[in-house]
């Protein structure tokens, strides 16, 4: 049973057959999902799917894109949310993203610092969104003391050293899509240095396709190829890969016990 870690199942390229794609999932022995909003009308979408199907959970928070329109009303709706509501499991996705740079640097680093002084308070773990800014990344992770929640580092591209700072502030790290790719050398080589307790699959879907798929729409049932890759890599068998990662998932979301009712629930 898989734990897609980071979807977007609300992105309007699922308008057309949502409930399909989420039925696909559920065939393909995907158990459970981490849906994630990133500002206003995104957090609306997450929560109401989070609300409607038992196995998909949520996350709300300001992605660096956006980081310009987050304002203390913003935030306010994130803390509420991820205080009160009972499927809110993390703060995110926050972080930096230097390729794109729709907002300005100094604004995405003070909505990051704020985002994660928020989850501080809540106690929730932070998923992190890294494009070409490793260093400050970095330096505000250290800096707010981010390691006293941990998270994860979503979709991870970066090399071994990267790797080892981040497991030493206490995240998870994890891979979609691009761990499947033929030329993609770096994944490969990190997802054999990650401690096996540490390691996450996602899709990060509409987004990232694997092999064979690439370039195609991802969906939360093509997470069994990333398992499949790093079960290869690893030298486990896919059972072992889609075990351990849902053990990981689990433990870093707080979600043991309300799994477990799920499951009786089910039964």
Request: glycine share 6%; hydrophobic share 40%.
């Amino acid at each position: 049973m898989f734990f897609d870690t980071h979807a977007h199942i609300n992105d309007a390229r699922f308008d057309q057959d949502r409930n399909e794609v989420i039925e696909r999932a559920r065939a393909e022995g995907v158990s459970l999902i981490v849906n994630v909003g990133f500002n206003h009308e995104t957090i609306t979408a997450t929560i109401r799917l989070a609300e409607a199907y038992d196995f998909i959970y949520a996350a709300v928070g300001w992605h660096p894109h956006d980081a310009k329109t987050c304002d203390d009303d913003a935030l306010r709706r994130i803390e509420h949310l991820a205080r009160t509501h009972p499927k809110v499991v993390a703060v995110g996705e926050m972080g930096l993203d230097y390729y794109w740079d729709h907002s300005p640097r100094e604004v995405q680093a003070e909505v990051f610092r704020k985002q994660i002084d928020l989850a501080k308070r809540l106690k929730k773990p932070i998923i992190i969104h890294n494009r070409e800014a490793d260093r400050d990344v970095l330096s505000i992770l250290k800096e707010e003391g981010a390691d006293e929640v941990g998270g994860v580092m979503h979709c991870f591209g970066g090399d071994k050293e990267m790797a080892r700072q981040c497991l030493e502030l206490n995240f998870y790290i994890s891979f979609g899509g691009p761990l499947t790719f033929k030329n993609a050398k770096l994944p490969k080589e990190v997802v054999q240095y990650v401690p096996l307790d540490r390691l996450l699959i996602e899709t990060d879907c509409p987004y990232l396709a694997p092999h064979p798929l690439r370039g195609k729409r991802n969906e939360p049932a093509y997470v069994r190829y990333v398992a499949e890759t790093m079960a290869e890599l690893r030298g486990l068998s896919l059972e072992e890969i889609a075990h351990m990662t849902m053990e990981n998932g689990k433990r870093l979301f707080a979600l043991a016990e309300s799994n477990e009712k799920s499951v009786r629930d089910e039964d």
